[in-house]
């Protein structure tokens, strides 16, 4: 098995760079690595080689290597709520998600080859996939009292919320993972949407366009 770089003749210097650059250049260089040899193979060690910077140095812009991948979860999060509050009031509950989802297609439109590994990288490792739990829960927590205000009907409307854009959250993953295995030939938005289809035609989801 072919092993990550342990050094490299001549790293750059990312200690002339802005705290911001050097992150972002430390983490590109790190999703790099994790793609060519996997997550699990590859040592902070690994990186700070390739970065041209100490393991100490590494852990003052990173905690784990696991945030490398994920990265600041918050603004995303918030940009998928912001949009959804936006939504117009008489949209289903189901049709807001799926345009607040759209916001993801648009960050992988922007950043495409990073967004493409990433997606590639965190299914590849066990503590990866935990880490998306994690990430769904700190999203749902963020859109779930917007969708709780949408719903008109269910019993227990902040379950039948919850319940909603956890499916919302799953579709977008399973869109992510067909477009990795595109290598993202395939439109993201519009895995996205046949998801969301899918979902749509089976079932009757409330919300005030139902009601």
């Known amino acids: 098995?072919?092993?990550?770089?342990?050094?490299?003749?001549?790293?750059?210097?990312?200690?002339?760079?802005?705290?911001?650059?050097?992150?972002?250049e430390i983490a590109d260089r790190a999703l790099q690595l994790f793609d060519d040899y996997g997550f699990d193979a590859t040592t902070v060690a690994n990186i700070a080689a390739v970065a041209g910077?100490?393991?100490?140095?590494?852990?003052?812009?990173?905690?784990?290597?696991?945030?490398?991948?994920?990265?600041?979860?918050?603004?995303?999060?918030?940009?998928?709520?912001s949009t959804l509050a936006g939504r117009p009031a008489d949209e289903s509950a189901w049709a807001a998600l799926r345009a607040a989802?759209?916001?993801?297609?648009?960050i992988a439109d922007a950043e495409h080859e990073t967004a493409l590994r990433v997606t590639r990288v965190a299914s590849s490792s066990a503590s990866l996939r935990a880490r998306s739990h994690e990430k769904h829960a700190a999203w749902a927590?963020?859109?779930?009292?917007?969708?709780?205000?949408?719903?008109?009907?269910?019993?227990?409307?902040?379950?039948?919320?919850?319940?909603?854009?956890?499916?919302?959250?799953?579709?977008?993953?399973?869109?992510?993972?067909?477009?990795?295995?595109?290598?993202?030939?395939?439109?993201?938005?519009q895995l996205i949407d046949i998801a969301f289809?899918?979902?749509?035609?089976?079932?009757?989801?409330?919300?005030?366009?139902?009601?």
Not at 1 to 24: C, F, G, H
Not at 101 to 106: K, L, M, T, Y
Not at 156 to 161: G, H, N, T
Not at 197 to 209: K, L, N, T, W
Request: glycine share 4%.
């Open 1 to 24: 098995m072919v092993k990550p770089p342990e050094s490299q003749i001549q790293p750059p210097r990312l200690r002339d760079w802005t705290r911001a650059a050097v992150r972002t």
């Open 101 to 106: 989802v759209h916001v993801i297609a648009d």
């Open 53 to 81: 910077i100490s393991a100490r140095t590494f852990f003052r812009y990173f905690a784990t290597k696991e945030d490398v991948v994920f990265g600041d979860l918050v603004p995303i999060g918030e940009s998928i709520r």
């Open 141 to 189: 927590s963020l859109l779930t009292p917007l969708i709780q205000a949408r719903l008109v009907g269910p019993d227990d409307p902040r379950l039948a919320a919850e319940a909603l854009v956890y499916s919302a959250l799953a579709c977008l993953d399973i869109a992510l993972d067909e477009w990795a295995r595109s290598d993202g030939k395939r439109n993201l938005r």
């Open 197 to 211: 289809d899918a979902v749509e035609q089976q079932v009757v989801i409330p919300g005030r366009a139902d009601a």
